[in-house]
């Protein structure tokens, strides 16, 4: 970590995760914090869903809930941004306080419930970059009163097609009560049956993830599996935060409800993405997510079958150079193992990642 890196952590550990967080955003506002350079390497360009992302690694949604600074994200080194999780309304969320850091563990507990300013926000901020360069995706979900949840992913779907790189179905936040029914099979097969009958009426033949939590048994990723086969979804995203609690060695906080991220989440996260490729085959999508904090984390992800890879929590405790520092030691690896592409690495260790216990 660098002296700036340092200097910034120390700032904003100063204030509660939530603060924190919106100082953040500020900052990339105004144009600060400057991280590192990342390479644009060709080793390390990556098609994946007719997509040509120029490095794999990507900022996981959660961060940029309001679609507020994707390009300052791109800036830092990021191959690709996803904003959102959106709903349709505007909705303040649970109650504070509702992040929590757990620092001994490099991870936080967050229970923030899809807080964010709704579709028409985003939709306006996301019009106004229209012709920039850069992946940008967008996360959908379900307002928390919703009556018709599958309504406000349609609604999403219409609304972001036009201006998104890719659309994520998120059911797989732990924070929405309800929300995780959502991928069991007979709910599945409607959702996602909708979604891409809206895709069609949109008019976008944008790509379409779904994102599934890992706290799933062997049974629900067959059908989950099942169903994204079916249904020609471009892809999978493995995983939103976790309701389990491994052995976490923080003094304060591990008992609070809610999704855990960070480096606990690694070994699961891993071991499941791992079992989706097995059952998906070696031609759908997959972006791993859970626990990555380094170049050989994210390297072990593609290892064990990811086409790309995201983050968020490792960047709350390494800083916001901690992109471009992956993104040059996944540079250096290609070029020191003579790689063609990075993507000669995936599927190399998927066996030893599809037996780990879950």
């Not at 507990?109 to 012709?131: M, P, S, T, V």
């Not at 169903?227 to 999978?236: R, S």
Request: glycine content about 10%; aromatic content about 6%; hydrophobic content about 45%.
């Amino acid at each position: 970590m660098s002296a700036f890196d340092r200097l910034g952590r120390h700032l904003l550990f100063s204030f509660d995760a939530e603060a924190a967080h919106g100082l953040s955003i500020k900052a990339l506002r105004c144009g600060l914090p400057v991280g590192g350079r990342a390479p644009r390497d060709r080793r390390l360009h990556v098609k994946v869903a007719g997509l040509d992302f120029p490095n794999p690694l990507g900022m996981a949604a959660g961060y940029d809930k309001n679609a507020e600074v994707p390009d300052a994200l791109l800036g830092l080194g990021f191959g690709f941004a996803e904003v959102g999780t959106v709903t349709p309304l505007a909705q303040a969320g649970n109650p504070k306080p509702r992040i929590f850091r757990l620092v001994e563990d490099d991870a936080v507990i967050n229970r923030l419930g899809f807080n964010n300013e709704g579709h028409d926000a985003a939709e306006k901020r996301l019009a106004a970059r229209a012709g920039r360069p850069g992946i940008v995706g967008v996360n959908i979900g379900a307002n928390k009163d919703s009556s018709n949840r599958i309504g406000d992913y349609i609604s999403g779907v219409k609304r972001f097609a036009r201006h998104a790189s890719y659309l994520t179905v998120n059911i797989s936040s732990p924070n929405t009560p309800g929300l995780r029914n959502m991928q069991a099979r007979e709910q599945l097969a409607e959702l996602l049956a909708s979604v891409m009958i809206a895709r069609a009426e949109a008019g976008h033949a944008v790509p379409i993830f779904l994102k599934i939590a890992p706290d799933l048994h062997e049974a629900e990723l067959e059908d989950i599996a099942a169903e994204v086969t079916e249904k020609a979804i471009d892809g999978v995203i493995v995983s939103n935060t976790t309701i389990a609690r491994p052995t976490l060695r923080s003094p304060t906080h591990t008992g609070e409800a809610g999704g855990l991220s960070g480096k606990p989440l690694f070994a699961r996260s891993t071991a499941v993405l791992a079992r989706m490729r097995k059952l998906l085959g070696p031609q759908s999508a997959i972006i791993g997510v859970g626990g990555v904090d380094s170049t050989e984390t994210a390297l072990e992800k593609i290892r064990a079958g990811a086409d790309l890879v995201q983050l968020y929590t490792g960047m709350v405790y390494a800083g916001p150079s901690l992109p471009a520092r992956i993104v040059r030691g996944m540079a250096d690896f290609a070029a020191r193992e003579g790689l063609d592409g990075i993507s000669e690495l995936r599927d190399t260790r998927l066996d030893q990642w599809a037996a780990a216990p879950l």
